[in-house]
């Protein structure tokens, strides 16, 4: 029997990591929805990296990769403002939760292209813009 607040250590089962950061990322994710949220917590609820909550304007997710040692990233974006920030949330140092990344992303959004392959955007709209020759359908 193990006494209460203590974990147990099984070979094969590391369970700290996972209670280090999972209660301070649930924390931080519901703080954030809340404020950011005008003290609004519908929508809210814990994430696997799939589809996102949102609140207020306010969108949470989670999101990491099977063996990166780099922890778990929440993404949290403001659609209201078009910012966004990113948090690392690293288990194995306490559940310290760290701000890799922030940005205002209105500018981007008006961007015709940035650093994509061809064809280029003007290259399409020309394409899709030329008549078409008699006998050839569209699909």
Known sequence: MVPIGKTERTPGRRLGPVLGFGLPGLVLGLA???????????????????????????????????GDPGGTRLVLIDTRSQAMAVYKIDGFK???IK????????????????????????AVEAMVAAPRPRGVSGQ
């Open 99 to 122: 701000l890799e990344a922030a940005r205002q992303f209105g500018a981007d959004l008006r961007l015709s292209e940035y650093n994509n392959l061809p064809p280029e955007v003007a």
């Open 94 to 96: 306490g559940g310290s």
């Open 32 to 66: 954030a929805a809340w404020l950011l949220g005008a003290g609004s917590a519908r929508g809210v609820q814990a994430q696997g990296g799939a589809a996102p909550t949102a609140s207020g304007g306010l969108m949470a997710l989670t999101t990491s990769a099977p």
